[in-house]
């Protein structure tokens, strides 16, 4: 018998994940490898997949274009789309953030029995098919739609608001999406929050407002930042919101890797882009865990607790 | 903790605890995450081919939708393939709940990564990667590799309440079962097995609906027969808008409620 580590006797031992972990290495781990190297390979002459030459052209490729006549010039263009996702994750993270403060807030205040039903509701729309989700927003954004149709009743507008096919639309879209992201983290540290705090701080004097971003925001930060990071994370690649709702003109990464891997036959530069969006998302991961580290030895509560 | 609040003198302790225009946002949020899916339904509704120009009330988009046969084979194989990546991702999960607990420090860190990382990274890099390998390992695309796919990512789903089930067994029941000479299968089929069934249905049901709704690693895996309702659902999107996509799609989100529904009553029902 293999050494007990941890437990009893005749629970199990550790080579039961064994067939677990493989599939992992083979399914999760492989395709991550296999993107690292087509990043570093040659873009194939004729149909799908790459010529096994290496090759930095797809790193170049996102600072610089070639002419035809092979002259290369700088090409701001993926760095723009870089620029812009960034910007519509940050925006999308903000809005999550200013919208799910209150709502955690609030349900972890109500009685205990009524917040799991109250934290099961925020979450049931996450259950739900992505794809359905943003469909949603055409017919709520588009000229015909209830806005513009609601508006044009009312007589506040003679002429539809375009809304669909727009920036603001994309946000929305990602907005709806990862919402419940930053409610769920959130809620985590606002239910373990000892409201026998905020009843000193009024008894010493403190208005409601004081309290809030002075008492209750620093105990909820661990929940902030894991909210933070697992909405910016999706936002920044997402395929779906720019895809559906931003109508070709607010292109993010996803929809730039995606068309390197469909119309554009170009994988080494898809991976390359993917490799740009892994390293991105480490680095964002790793800040987080410096955070997380430095929060838990003045709160005594890690932001790791909150996200697993 | 109340009775102490209300000898405060600001008021009672449910005031002390409320802040001003909290309720309201609360009420707003719930409101932007449930519209937009009542809206999709209610145009399911509508007569007219124009989606959103409310002709009359029919359910001639249902009988389309339930009726066409492109329809009934994308339902088919997101079936076919939910089906399996449940049963595999639930026997991986199972095995992996079981060896998180006895596994060095090390090995459980590495493992927790590689569960977590389809969560985290974003699907894209996933689904592509997916793609260029089995391209390299000339597996075939279709319905078997997008299975192969959605097991992976629905390991982590099923995982967490067979996990949250484990932790909460009396590990002396264990110890009796040992003590009475049971080996470690015996074990695992007659004690832990049946503990862990309610975490183990509450699993596979959300990794049912995670294969059942995913788009963007099917989409990119299907080839040229692999189309599943999702990726239906999507080419719909992008040529035609009618009614019909909403019927199609109110069938989808009526099955992705109903059966996180009733994986949530499983985990909440007293043990």
Excluded at chain 1, 178 to 197: H, K, N, Q, T, V
Aim: with cysteine; proline share 5%; hydrophobic share 55%.
């Amino acid at each position: 018998m293999i050494t007990k580590k941890r437990g009893a006797a005749g629970q199990g031992s550790w080579w039961a994940g064994a067939p677990g972990l493989f599939y992992l290495i083979a399914l999760v781990l492989a395709p991550l490898v296999v993107i690292v190297i087509y990043s570093f390979l040659s873009r194939a002459k004729l149909g799908v997949g790459v010529k096994w030459e290496f090759s930095i052209a797809p790193y170049v490729e996102l600072f610089y274009s070639e002419s035809l006549s092979g002259e290369r010039s700088f090409d701001p263009t993926y760095l723009q789309i870089f620029g812009n996702s960034f910007l519509y994750a940050l925006i999308t993270a903000g809005v999550c953030l200013l919208l799910s403060i209150p709502i955690a807030m609030w349900i972890a205040t109500r009685p205990a029995d009524r917040r799991t039903t109250l934290i099961f509701l925020v979450t049931i729309p996450f259950w739900t098919s992505l794809l359905i989700r943003t469909y949603a927003f055409i017919i709520i954004l588009n000229d015909n739609g209830p806005i513009n149709g609601f508006l044009g009743a009312i007589g506040a507008i003679s002429m539809p608001i375009p809304m669909l096919y727009t920036p603001f639309a994309t946000v929305v879209g990602l907005v709806y999406a990862f919402l419940p992201f930053m409610i769920l983290p959130i809620y985590a540290s606002a239910e373990r929050f000892d409201f026998r705090l905020a009843e000193a701080a009024y008894d010493l004097g403190a208005a409601k407002w004081t309290v809030l971003r002075r008492i209750v925001l620093p105990a909820i930060r661990p929940g902030i930042i894991a909210g933070l990071v697992l909405v910016f994370i999706p936002a920044l690649g997402s395929f779906l919101a720019p895809e559906l709702l931003g109508g070709g003109k607010t292109s993010m990464i996803a929809n730039v890797i995606a068309a390197q891997f469909g119309a554009s036959r170009n994988w080494p530069f898809g991976a390359a882009l993917s490799v740009m969006v892994l390293v991105i998302t480490l680095l964002v991961l790793l800040v987080f865990a410096v955070l997380a580290r430095r929060m838990s030895r003045t709160s005594g509560r890690s932001s790791w607790e909150v996200l697993l | 903790m109340n009775m102490t609040l209300r000898r405060r003198p600001r008021g009672t302790g449910e005031a002390l605890k409320d802040f001003p225009t909290f309720g309201l946002v609360s009420a707003a949020v719930f409101a932007f995450l449930y519209i937009p899916l009542l809206f999709v339904v209610a145009y399911s509704f509508n007569s007219n081919r124009v989606v959103t120009v409310w002709k009359g009330f029919s359910l001639e988009w249902y009988a389309d939708v339930l009726t066409n046969n492109d329809i009934q084979r994308a339902l088919m194989n997101s079936l076919k393939v939910a089906s399996v990546a449940t049963a595999l991702s639930v026997i991986l999960a199972l095995g992996l709940a079981i060896g998180l607990l006895r596994m060095a420090r090390s090995g459980s860190t590495f493992a927790w990564a590689l569960i977590g990382a389809p969560l985290i990274i974003p699907e894209i890099v996933f689904a592509i990667g997916t793609l260029a390998f089995f391209v390299q390992i000339q597996m075939p695309l279709g319905i078997g590799a997008i299975t192969l796919a959605h097991t992976a990512f629905c390991i982590p789903f099923a995982l967490l309440p067979i996990r949250a089930r484990l932790r909460s067994v009396d590990l002396s029941v264990y110890e009796a079962a040992a003590d009475l000479g049971a080996n470690e299968w015996r074990i695992f089929r007659r004690i832990t097995l049946p503990l862990l069934a309610p975490g183990i249905v509450a699993g596979a049901l959300l990794a049912f609906i995670i294969s059942l709704d995913d788009f963007i690693v099917s989409y990119f895996l299907a080839g040229p027969g692999g189309t599943t309702l999702p990726v239906y659902i999507f080419g719909m999107i992008r040529n035609a808008i009618t009614p019909g996509v909403n019927a199609l799609s109110s069938l989808l989100l009526l099955a992705s409620i109903l059966i996180v529904f009733i994986s949530y009553v499983i985990t909440r029902r007293k043990r």
